[in-house]
T-cell receptor, first 118, second 112 residues
Framework: AQKVTQAQTEISVVEKEDVTLDCVYETRDTTYYLFWYKQPPSGELVFLIRRNSFDEQNEISGRYSWNFQKSTSSFNFTITASQVVDSAVYFCALRARLSSGSARQLTFGSGTQLTVLP | DSGVTQTPKHLITATGQRVTLRCSPRSGDLSVYWYQQSLDQGLQFLIQYYNGEERAKGNILERFSAQQFPDLHSELNLSSLELGDSALYFC???????????FGQGTRLTVV
């Protein structure tokens, strides 16, 4: 079974503060993929990043960075110098790859509502 | 723009009715997924199709059904609608089962 836990239901920060969104996952499969999606107030789900289980390099993209730690089953997301436009619900998701080559469905965490105040 | 198109964007219907939600995947994507997002249940996987065949089933009610057509577009049929079926329904598509899924803008269904 797959499970994704986002313990932070809501986070509120003031503009220009850094903020980290936590994600902890569970899977028995050895090959898997982790994702972050953003859902702004308009409602669509926007893909942000994919990470596979055998690549623990951290990634930075502009003000966004991701910290993948297999030892703690965590895939945390940090926004540096947050902006009001970052206000959204952020979802962490997991998809495990089976030995047959097929994949399980994408399992989402419950999401973290981030509010960035001006 | 993710390249996944869902219609309609909004739908209001009465209890007991039947509706059809439509999804056109990104060009070249063979996998289509349907998800339901409600306030109390979060994002729930409903069903997946791959190249016209059902590949995986999640928490999909018996009143719901889906299919993927030869041109790869998919439809989600919801029947005998109840108030609790009010939710945002997302369609997503991907190239293969292990890559990221790109989501449409969703269909917001309101059952009154």
């Amino acid at each position: 079974a797959q499970k994704v836990t986002q313990a932070q239901t809501e986070i509120s920060v003031v503009e220009k503060e850094d903020v980290t969104l936590d994600c902890v996952y569970e899977t028995r499969d050895t090959t898997y993929y982790l994702f972050w999606y953003k859902q702004p107030p308009s409602g669509e789900l926007v893909f942000l990043i994919r990470r596979n289980s055998f690549d623990e390099q951290n990634e930075i993209s502009g003000r966004y960075s991701w910290n993948f730690q297999k030892s703690t089953s965590s895939f945390n997301f940090t926004i540096t110098a947050s902006q009001v436009v970052d206000s959204a619900v952020y979802f962490c998701a997991l998809r495990a790859r089976l030995s047959s080559g097929s994949a399980r469905q994408l399992t989402f965490g419950s999401g973290t509502q981030l509010t960035v105040l001006p | 723009d993710s390249g996944v198109t869902q219609t309609p964007k909004h739908l209001i219907t009465a209890t007991g009715q039947r509706v059809t939600l439509r999804c056109s995947p990104r060009s070249g994507d063979l996998s289509v997924y349907w998800y339901q997002q409600s306030l109390d249940q979060g994002l729930q996987f409903l069903i997946q199709y791959y190249n016209g065949e059902e590949r995986a089933k999640g928490n999909i009610l018996e009143r719901f059904s889906a299919q993927q057509f030869p041109d790869l577009h998919s439809e989600l049929n919801l029947s005998s609608l109840e108030l609790g079926d009010s939710a945002l329904y997302f369609c997503a598509s991907s190239e293969q089962g292990n890559t990221e899924a790109f989501f449409g803008q969703g269909t917001r269904l309101t059952v009154v």
